[in-house]
């Protein structure tokens, strides 16, 4: 089975520090994405990335940045955190090219609160 | 850009009642569609999805899902819910994406519960 493991479950952080969600997969998986996920709203997209050292910008990509160094590992960075930006963060994977229609696989969540 | 909608914030039925969880899809050109669900506390999990072919898709623990294309509908069914099937459940489709991949777009969300 994949496995999408994300570093924290839960994280307290104050304003203005800088923030860093980690993102491990063990399925040699070339696509990575994160996404915010807020009552109401349901997922939004941060970033994706399709392979190591490359990344596009979602949806909603303001206040965030992304590293993705080795291709098992999608590292998302708040990189001064403010209070709106907390929320549940949701990290996933999946294969990428002629399996483009592959189901992508999720991580469990990081519950953010930015205080 | 592609979109869907899933216009119940909350569906209640009774175990071992039929249930369904209702998505409409707006897209240029071929959808593909996805149904995920969300256990309290976790990540979202795959149900199934529809690429083409027949228009009713099954899936994992008994949901199936019926694509209609006449009305852009991709609605989740289950014939005798549990009380085990409460959770919140995603519709979502892929968007077109250079380079290859499968970037998704999510609804709101329909939180399904299930009574004795």
């Known amino acids: 089975d994949v496995k999408v493991t994300q570093s924290s479950r839960y994280l307290v952080k104050r304003t203005g520090e800088k923030v860093f969600l980690e993102c491990v997969q063990d399925?040699?998986?070339?696509?990575m994405f994160w996404y915010r996920q807020d009552p109401g709203l349901g997922l939004r997209l941060i970033y994706f990335?399709?392979?190591?050292?490359?990344?596009e910008k979602g949806d909603i990509p303001e206040g965030y940045s992304v590293s993705r160094e080795k291709k098992e590992r999608f590292s998302l960075i708040l990189e001064s955190a403010s209070t709106n930006q907390t929320s549940m963060y949701l990290c996933?994977?999946?294969?990428?090219?002629?399996?483009?229609?592959?189901?992508?696989?999720f991580g469990d969540g990081t519950r953010l609160s930015i205080l | 850009a592609q979109s869907v909608a899933q216009p119940e914030d909350q569906v209640n039925v009774a175990e071992g009642n039929p249930l369904t969880v209702k998505c409409t899809y707006s897209?240029?050109?071929?959808?593909?569609l996805f149904w995920y669900v969300q256990y309290p506390n976790r990540g979202l999990q795959f149900l199934l999805k529809y690429i083409t072919g027949d228009n009713l898709v099954k899936g994992s623990y008994g949901f199936e899902a019926e694509f209609n294309k006449s009305q852009t509908s991709f609605h989740l069914k289950k014939p005798s819910a549990l009380v085990s099937d409460s959770a919140l459940y995603f519709c979502?489709?892929?968007?077109?994406?250079?380079?290859?991949?499968?970037?998704?777009?999510f609804g709101t969300g329909t939180q399904l519960k299930v009574e004795l």
């Open positions: 979502a489709v892929r968007d077109k994406l250079t380079g290859g991949g499968n970037k998704l777009t």
């Open positions: 990335s399709y392979d190591v050292k490359m990344k």
């Open positions: 399925m040699d998986h070339e696509n």
């Open positions: 996933a994977s999946s294969l990428r090219g002629a399996y483009s229609n592959q189901p992508q696989h």
């Open positions: 897209v240029s050109g071929n959808p593909y």
